[in-house]
């Protein structure tokens, strides 16, 4: 029982149950009416719910009593309850007007427009006079796409409520969303006539600041709305004036009147905080940093006992990188307000963020369990669902980090902060596809956040969409112009492009004090491009007595002295990394490169192996080494290798397609099969893995169905590829649609490399679909052609003393040869 209700009011409610076993359902309904009634009254709306719906057990049809709960969930805000009991208020008494007119502006708020509408239609029936139903009529039309109907409405009510502020500002708003300035503008200044108040005046100084040739008359609206503002509206007033005259180009005025406004206001009110962190933005804009510092600062004893300014000032100073102090200002807010779950969370996610950074467990653990103690009482909380995603990053948990994350966006669907975090998780995991669509909701919903838009630049790269990354890179260079880093990514996309001279520019902007070696070996690169070779060279060797152990570095010297003769220095700096970094994977790998220049081959695979002994998941070191075992002719360390990656990386497709690709080499038709579903499993824009299987299931007679399917993603997959282009036909030909394949398999003749070695299998196979087709002329051409380039091979590797082997295709070519043209 609320404490707000008189004692003789609570004594009867508690004797009320008792009386009512005695009485009639009509003497319970009048009892239950009256107490609702007095709950309603008092305040206390739960207790009036629970008479109501007492009421409506009794009697469903009783319409005063859907009314009166209709009204009583609308001040609880449950609008979903206060709509269902107006749509019954009104299917009860069709005379309600008011339950109409309330339910027609709810349906407006949920978008059923129609309802609105007829609500607005029945209304007017029952009362042509009423003012309120030709607004909403004429609103509900607008949504309804029929805006030329509802001027008439708009104009209705005026003329029945000539000086009805709320028609005249509904009328100018809709003339104005209607482009027609000319018949808006009047009744805004008829608006100020009849209200002369604070709402009056913006909403005119509002409508004039769109014209710029209005400036005068806009300023003067904004100064005449502070004049007129209420205690409650006066720092509004002044927000929007400030703001006017720094969008006019007279930031000194709108500082200037917001340092008078502070100095003034004694208020210690939410408003006065308004102004603080206005004038601090505009201060900031200016690039005056100390001066918004002081304002945040200064902000905290404002308003005191209240936590949130020092909440703001933590949040602006961890923007500024000082988490300690944010933690300070966290600590501050918290003894304000120990049970503010926001400011109790935000003492976590720096205690965590800290922790983190510095190794510190003790710290970690401390914001952990406060996360844990919030969670365990709001277990949906999103502000809890985000710290304990970030965590989870923390704890190396990148999968429980993502799951955590998505259950706050959940609650949250707009939250940049969140999408942003996010992003770096899935980023953890592999999935850049996902973190690239995360961050990308991060930066619509919160432009400004620079590092979700530099985060973005990177995956766009990294995914090889290079125009994005250059868009978004610029503009976040826009604001951080001295990140080396993000630089660098910007002009090795527009090198991608073909833009080296823009990247040049890129990179020349950076100033000699800002270089770093990173910027230094991407100069090298556009040089060595260029076919610069000393210069070059030099860059390198710059960049190398910054980062002497920089593996890039090192790679990029051996390939230059390589040409130049000088490969023993190259080894003088690459054995000097390897002793002073003995377990980097990749200075490993450099050394194993160097071992293969100087065909020391027991060297290069004891480096190569040990790069991947020391990164497990290092891809590159393992490519190389089994390149190197299948180079050598050892297939089983080859395959060997390459399930030793797969052991560390089970869902990498490239691994699968790999091993599909020596299984096929080793004759393994049915593991090569596999591998191949296998990786297309786990990677459906894997064209080359698609195009492989769908030409063993051709050649094996297996599913043609599916070989045919499989070949068509992989020519759509791989468009310029002559491999693609003879699989599809090639599976064409197997389907028994031999003129199809003839297009394709010409196609693959014309794209394959001359002297490819897989051209004359493509040409036997031409030749096939051509008898297929009944073009025998053009069949005997093709094998005619095919074995007389495979002769000039063999003719000159017998001329070096070689002895050639004919490929396998070559003798059913011969014996097809031999049918289509009979000797004589």
């Known amino acids: 029982m609320p404490c707000c209700l008189p004692r003789s009011f609570a004594l009867a409610a508690c004797v009320v149950p008792l009386l009512l076993a005695c009485q009639s359902d009509e003497e319970k309904i009048a009892a239950y009416l009256e107490n609702g009634a007095a709950y309603a009254e008092a305040g206390a709306l739960n207790e009036a719910v629970i008479e109501y719906r007492n009421v409506l057990q009794l009697d469903p049809n009783l319409g005063d009593a859907h009314y009166a709960l209709a009204k009583i969930y609308l001040g609880l805000k449950q609008g979903n309850e206060a709509y269902w009991e107006f749509s ?13 007119l309330t339910l027609g502006g709810l349906s407006l708020v949920t978008k059923n427009f129609e309802d609105a509408l007829e609500q607005a239609d029945r209304i007017i029936e029952l009362d042509p006079s009423h003012s309120t139903a030709y607004v909403l009529r004429a609103q509900a039309l607008e949504q309804l796409d029929r805006a030329g109907e509802s001027e008439a409405d708009y104009l209705k009510a005026i003329e029945l409520e000539s000086d009805e502020g709320s028609y005249l500002l509904a009328t100018a708003m809709y003339y104005s969303r209607q482009k027609n300035r000319a018949k808006a503008e009047p009744l805004l200044q008829k608006l100020t006539e009849v209200d002369p108040t604070f709402r009056s005046y913006t909403s005119l100084a509002r409508f004039l600041a769109e014209d710029r040739e209005r400036a005068a008359s806009a300023q003067a609206a904004f100064e005449r709305a502070s004049e007129t503002a ?23 005025a709108a500082l200037a009147l917001l340092e008078a406004a502070i100095e003034e206001d004694e208020s210690g009110s939410k408003g006065k905080l308004d102004l603080i962190y206005l004038l601090a933005r505009l201060y900031a804009a200016q690039g005056n940093v100390e001066r918004a510092d002081e304002l945040i600062e200064s902000a905290t004893s404002a308003v005191p006992g209240d936590s949130q300014p020092h909440l703001i000032l933590s949040a602006y100073r961890g923007r500024k990188g000082d988490l300690e102090g944010a933690l300070e200002s966290a600590e ?8 503010d779950k926001n400011v109790q969370l935000r003492k976590a996610e720096l205690m965590i963020d800290l922790g983190y950074r510095s190794k510190d467990e003790t710290r970690v653990a401390a914001g952990q369990r406060i996360v844990e103690a919030v969670l ?5 909380n999103p502000n809890g669902l985000f710290v304990m995603g970030k965590l989870k990053l923390a704890l190396a948990d990148a999968l429980g980090a993502i799951k955590a994350l998505r259950a706050a966006i959940d609650s949250r669907p707009n939250w940049a902060q969140a999408h942003f975090v996010l992003a770096s998780a899935l980023t953890l995991v592999g999935d850049t596809n996902g973190a690239r669509a995360s961050v990308a909701r991060a930066v619509r919903f919160e432009p400004g956040m620079l590092e979700a838009r530099r985060l973005l630049a990177q995956l766009h790269a990294s ?7 250059v868009e978004q890179g610029r503009k976040y260079l826009t604001e951080r112009p001295r990140d080396v880093k993000a630089r660098i990514v910007v002009a090795q996309s527009l090198v991608r492009l073909g833009r080296a001279d823009e990247a040049r520019e890129v990179l020349e902007a950076v100033s000699e004090e800002d270089a770093t070696a990173d910027l230094l070996y991407a ?10 070779g000393e210069p070059t060279r030099k860059l390198l ?13 090192l790679r990029g010297l051996l390939a230059l002295d390589r040409i130049s003769g000088r490969i023993g220095e190259s080894k003088i700096r690459i054995e000097a990394a390897v002793k002073e970094r003995p377990d ?3 200075v490993a790998r450099v050394r194993g490169e160097l071992a293969l220049a100087e065909r020391d081959y027991v060297l290069a695979e004891q480096s190569l192996r040990r790069a991947t002994e020391l990164d497990p998941t290092n891809m590159e070191a393992y490519q190389q080494l089994a390149s190197f075992y299948q180079a050598s002719g050892q297939l089983d360390e080859t395959l060997e290798t390459f399930e030793r990656a797969l052991e560390q990386q089970p869902d990498e497709a490239r691994l699968h397609h790999s091993i599909a690709v020596l299984y096929e080499l080793a004759g393994r038709v049915d593991d090569a099969v596999v591998g191949y579903e296998r990786a297309i499993e786990l990677d459906s824009s894997h064209g080359q893995a698609k195009n492989n299987l769908a030409y063993l299931l051709a050649e094996s007679g297996r599913d043609l169905d599916r070989a045919l399917d499989l070949a068509k993603d992989a020519k759509s997959l791989l468009p310029g590829s002559g491999n693609a282009a003879d699989t599809l036909g090639w599976v064409l030909y197997k389907h028994g649609r031999a003129s199809a394949a003839v297009g394709y398999l010409n196609e693959a003749v014309a794209t394959i490399e001359p002297g490819s070695p897989n051209l004359g299998i493509v040409r036997h196979h031409l030749a096939q679909a051509y008898e297929a087709s009944d073009q025998h002329g053009r069949a005997v051409e093709t094998l005619e052609e095919a074995l007389a380039e495979l002769e000039r091979k063999m003719a000159a590797i017998r001329s070096q003393g070689g002895k050639p082997v004919a490929p396998e295709w070559s003798e059913s070519a011969r014996e097809m040869l031999r049918r289509l043209k009979p000797a004589g």
Request: charged share 35%; aromatic share 4%; no cysteine.
């Open 463 to 469: 995914l090889g969409e290079h125009e994005y990354a």
């Open 376 to 380: 365990e009482n709001e277990p949906t």
């Open 584 to 586: 980097d994977a990749e």
């Open 332 to 339: 501050a807010a918290l003894a304000i307000d120990p049970d």
């Open 541 to 553: 060797l710059r960049a190398a007595e910054m980062k002497p152990h920089h593996p890039q570095i």
């Open 523 to 532: 100069k090298a690169r556009l040089q060595l491009a260029r076919g610069e």
């Open 88 to 100: 019954e208020s009104v299917r009860l008494d069709s005379s309600n007007v008011d339950a109409r």
């Open 230 to 252: 209420e205690d409650a509206d006066k720092a509004s007033a002044t927000q929007n004036l400030a703001n006017y005259l720094y969008l006019q180009d007279r930031p000194d």
